[in-house]
């Protein structure tokens, strides 16, 4: 069971990198740079702080074997650790849950 919802969820984030990629969504220029793993507590504050004052934010996430990174705004808090992000140029949404993320900063 566990070998096929890892399968699917592979397959899923590879659909929506090629879908991004095909309506340029995300460029290849705009690289990001790997940033260090950010204290739980830390990210809690800067989430919050975030969501209260309507921050334009850039997320990485801890994915499976490798990076992820969005930005957006965070228009929603759901619980205490948990919070809907809308993507900047897109209509996509994601729920971002504090323990998923490896770094969150401010963008102008």
């Not at 399968?7 to 309506?23: A, D, E, I, N």
């Not at 228009?75 to 729920?95: D, F, M, P």
């Amino acid at each position: 069971m566990e070998f096929k919802q890892a399968t699917v969820s592979g397959l899923s984030q590879q659909l929506v990198k090629q879908y991004h990629r095909f309506f340029e969504l995300t460029p290849e220029a705009t690289a990001f740079v790997e940033q260090p793993q950010m204290q739980p507590a830390q990210i809690q504050l800067f989430m919050t702080q975030a969501f209260e004052r309507h921050y334009h934010v850039a997320v990485q996430f801890n994915v499976n074997d490798h990076l992820e990174q969005v930005t957006g705004r965070l228009v929603k808090q759901l619980s205490a650790n948990k919070y809907l992000l809308k993507e900047c140029r897109s209509n996509l949404y994601k729920i971002v849950l504090c323990n998923q993320i490896r770094y969150i900063q401010k963008k102008n």
